[in-house]
């Protein structure tokens, strides 16, 4: 599978897509984030994840299909869900993260995004919004999406996999009939578990090793275009069984103070990786193998 930015189709203003396979699309915002997958199949569409809410979602997904929808989160983070009212149908969801989800107060976050949204992109970027109504928007209504799960959209299944780690919840979605695993930010290389909401080392380990064994040929993860392969997740298993909590980098950031950037013993972090972690990267574009842990397990 090649994906690359330069092949995106535009939609309006907020929106373009990649086209995967035919029926199959990745729904980007501003010409280069990735968070909404579309599978088209003979009788419904499945949308995966709904970005952080701005634009009109729902009518980027219609200008691609006019099928029923079934929504589905891979977890609860404001960036997976901010979109999901915007269609008013329930979205199936981890019921691990569904508390977390309707309980989560995202106004002072949404504000701040919204604020950096015009400082970057400028006054533009958000004509046609209806602020009040972005700034308080709940998370929709949810449904549990369980381990084991196959959802038949004619033609085409998905079926659901329990993937904590990232959050409790977590869930991929295999598309047999592409050999396409979608997981959200459950694989990357340098994954987050950490905070309220994660599970931890332990889980996160035992949800790779499942994952590993299923025949896909791509891996198509939230935020970044370029798709993995087994290999990627062979990886990152090493990397979460040898990372080392004690020699951890301390990660600043505003939700847990515990949080450390941990690194293979027989992989050390350079001097340049430390100091972008000490600036609060922990994403270190998906190039740098770590996982960032609050505690050792």
């Known amino acids: ?30 010409r280069k984030y990735c968070n909404t997958e579309l599978i088209i199949g003979n009788e419904y569409a499945a949308v995966i994840d709904c970005g952080l809410g701005f634009g009109d979602l729902p009518a980027a997904v219609r200008a691609l299909t006019d099928k029923p929808l ?5 977890h609860s983070h404001i ?59 709940g998370p929709g209504e949810m449904v549990p999406c369980e381990d084991g799960e196959v959802f038949d959209l004619g033609g085409r299944t998905l079926k659901v996999f329990a993937i904590p780690g990232h959050s409790r919840g977590g869930r991929a979605f295999y598309l047999e009939e592409e050999k396409i695993l979608y997981t959200g930010d459950a ?7 950490f905070g309220p909401g994660s599970s931890g080392r332990k889980a996160y380990i035992e949800g790779l090793k499942r994952l590993q064994h299923l025949p896909f040929t791509d891996i198509l993860s939230g935020h970044y275009i370029e798709p993995f392969n087994h290999a990627f997740i062979d990886k990152a298993i090493h ?14 950031n505003p939700i847990d103070s515990n ?20 600036q609060g990267d922990h994403g270190l574009d ?12």
């Open 70 to 74: 079934i929504l589905f989160n891979t």
């Open 286 to 297: 998906n190039k740098v193998w770590a996982v960032v842990l609050s505690s050792p397990e």
């Open 259 to 278: 949080a450390r950037v941990c690194f293979p013993k027989d992989t050390p972090p350079t001097p340049e990786i430390i100091e972008r972690i000490r």
């Open 187 to 193: 694989v990357f290389a340098c994954t987050l578990c």
């Open 1 to 30: 599978m090649n994906l690359a930015l330069n092949q995106q189709v535009i939609l309006d203003s907020y929106f373009s897509y990649l086209k995967v396979a035919e029926g199959v699309y990745r729904i980007l915002v501003d």
């Open 239 to 252: 990397t979460a069984e040898l990372a080392d909590f004690e020699t951890g980098i301390p990660l600043p």
């Open 79 to 137: 960036d997976h869900i901010g979109g999901n009212a915007q269609f008013g149908i329930p979205v199936h969801m981890g019921s691990e993260d569904i508390e977390a989800a309707k309980h989560a107060e995202y106004s002072s976050f949404r504000e701040h995004l919204m604020e950096n949204r015009i400082h970057s992109l400028g006054p533009d970027s958000v004509v046609g919004m209806d602020t009040h109504e972005f700034l308080h928007r």
